[in-house]
Structures are given as C-alpha cells and as structure tokens.
C-alpha cells in the first residue's frame, strides 16, 4: 500500500509503498467521530498489447480534490495522487489479471487523523491507496438488474455532500439497499431530496436512459448527484459515435411512461465497478414496470462494449484517456 501523511504547516511528508497491513489509530481519530473521509475507485488494466493501463486517472485526482475541499480536508496535489497510485500498480504489477474482464481494483482514499474531540477540521490527514485483483462484475455474463424507487429515504440534498465521494453518502444508501432486498430488488434508486420525484442515482451508480430514437438522456449533474467518471466517458463516447445526450431532469413518472409507451427502450446505470448494468424492471410501492423487453438493449451492449475496449486497450484511444504505467 501507500502511504502519506499530511500535518498542518507541514504538508504532505513521509510518502512510501509499504506491505500492507494494519493502520494504528488513536480512538479520538478525528474520522470516528465527525466523519471526514474521502475516497476513490479506479483500475489498472492489463492491455491487450502487454502493457499496463490506467483509465482517466487525472480525472479520479481532480475528483479527489473537489470531495476533499467539500469535506473541508486538506488537499492532496493531482501529482501527488497521480504518482502514487502509478507506484503502487508498479509495485503490484504481477497481480493484475489477464482473464476477460480482470483487472487490479486501486482505492485511494484519505481520513482525518488527527487525535481530538472537538467540531473543527482535522489539522492531521493519512492518505492511503491499496489494490485488490477483481474478475469480471458479472462472472455468468451481464445481465439486467430489478431496480427499488427509494421513497422513504434519499441520498443526497442540495448543499449537501451529494457531489462529494465520501463515505457517509454510502452510509446513507444503506437502509435503502436493504429495501431493496426485502422487495426482491437488486439495488435501489433514489428520488431528489425537495419533490420527491425526480432521478438522482442508484447507491453507487449513475443512470441514462435509451430514447426510440436512438438518443440518451441523463440526470443533469445539480450538486447532489456524484460527477461519475464512467458517466462523463460514455457521454463523450455517445456523442463521438453520432448519438445525442441530453442532461436533465427525469422524473420517475417520465421513466414509468415513457417506458409503457415505448418511448423509453433502455435504461443502465454505470460506474468504475460493473461499467454499464442494464436495468431491465423498476419495482416501487406503486407497482412495477419492465423496461423495453427486460433485457440488455443493443445500445446499453454497445456502448458497454466500446468503452471496455477502450480500457483494455483493444480499440482505439482517440480520447487520450489510457495513462500507462
């Protein structure tokens, strides 16, 4: 793992790739009781002409910036997390996978550790990035998801951490998931925290919706709905390919009619861990709907297919986005 370590009127010092193992941690951590904490999620491939690839990883740094000046923390230099993450991939290079769809999972993630009871920000942080091998998100082939509309509880309000990737947020979708569970649901999505009837995200995951004509509509980013990485490449992706995205507000009862009507004829959502997940019926208190025939859309199929080249490398890059290590 890394490790580096940041103190007020220091900086950020002691940086070094360790074994990982165990942090010692003071009971009066800072993070125990008022929850500063920030992470983020991104991968190392290993690319179809042997080397080692890293997808958008500037953009995880420019993120982690944001979810740290949100969540008052000191900020951690794009550099410096670019240069780690590079150093713990190298050091790691034998443990990335070469099966289909494998790949070396990196989370980065920084708390405040300074030792005091007291609501201020912490003058003390430790920045940390460690690695996982992860196969393929769906081991028996993608398949679509039943989603959960989350009326009792939501994620995220306006001037909230919503935006912020930080743990709380993931907290507060928990009792959500468990909903979800309980009514046979895979994961759940959540409604905006004002009306009550708009789309923000599901727990971990951004949404687009398929339109008859070929085009995709996603929630428009409003401050409480997490900037997704994966969501900002396949947007650019839609748009190379000739497709029109829009950005705005979606309300449930739209998705619901527009999904009867046939107006609507593919929903996924998508993230660093599963890319694109076709969302084939959405059950709530008032019902369920099946989305299209309830199955994977060849839209969802293509674009899921396009971006996955890319990030393994098996395509084309015209974005610049694959940093090698």
């Given at each position: 793992m890394v490790t580096?370590?940041?103190?007020?009127?220091?900086?950020?010092?002691d940086a070094r790739v360790e074994a990982r193992g165990p942090i010692p941690m003071?009971?009066?951590?800072?993070?125990?009781?008022?929850?500063?904490?920030?992470?983020?999620?991104?991968?190392a491939y290993a690319l179809a002409d042997g080397g080692v690839g890293l997808f958008r990883p500037q953009a995880n740094a420019q993120r982690f910036v944001?979810?740290?000046e949100r969540m008052s923390m000191a900020t951690l230099p794009e550099g410096l997390f670019l240069g780690a993450v590079k150093e713990l991939v190298k050091a790691?290079?034998?443990?990335?996978?070469?099966?289909?769809?494998?790949?070396?999972?990196?989370?980065?993630?920084?708390?405040?550790?300074?030792?005091?009871?007291?609501v201020r920000p912490s003058q003390e942080y430790l920045f940390v990035v460690i690695a996982s091998?992860?196969?393929?998100?769906?081991?028996?082939?993608?398949?679509?998801?039943?989603?959960?509309?989350?009326?009792?509880f939501t994620r995220a309000a306006p001037g909230g951490t919503g935006a912020a990737k930080c743990g709380g947020n993931y907290a507060a979708s928990l009792a959500a998931q468990a909903q979800a569970t309980e009514?046979?649901?895979?994961?759940?999505?959540?409604?905006?925290?004002?009306?009550r009837k708009y789309i923000d995200e599901l727990g971990g995951m951004n949404i687009f919706f398929v339109l008859d004509d070929g085009s995709l509509v996603t929630p428009a980013l409003n401050g409480s709905i997490l900037p997704g990485i994966t969501?900002?490449?396949?947007?650019?992706?839609?748009?190379?390919?000739?497709?029109?995205?829009?950005?705005?507000?979606?309300?449930?009862?739209?998705?619901?009619?527009?999904?009867?009507?046939?107006?609507?004829?593919?929903?996924?959502?998508?993230?660093?861990?599963?890319?694109?997940?076709p969302i084939g019926t959405v059950r709530s208190h008032d019902g369920e709907f099946t989305v299209g025939d309830g199955g994977t859309g060849p839209i969802t199929a293509e674009l899921r297919q396009s971006l996955m080249d890319i990030q393994w490398g098996r395509a084309e890059d015209p974005f610049g986005w694959t940093v090698r290590v």
């Open positions: 580096i370590r940041y103190a007020e009127g220091k900086g950020w010092y003071d009971p009066a951590s800072a993070v125990l009781h008022y929850g500063q904490e920030i992470f983020e999620g991104l991968k944001t979810s740290a790691d290079r034998q443990w990335i996978p070469t099966s289909t769809e494998g790949s070396l999972y990196l989370r980065p993630f920084q708390y405040a550790s300074e030792a005091f009871l007291g091998p992860v196969g393929a998100y769906f081991a028996k082939g993608v398949k679509p998801v039943t989603i959960w509309v989350s009326s009792d009514h046979g649901c895979d994961q759940s999505v959540f409604l905006d925290a004002v009306e969501r900002d490449s396949l947007i650019k992706l839609a748009e190379a390919s000739g497709r029109t995205v829009t950005e705005r507000p979606v309300s449930i009862d739209e998705w619901r009619v527009g999904s009867l009507s046939g107006r609507i004829v593919e929903a996924f959502a998508c993230g660093t861990a599963a890319v694109l997940t």
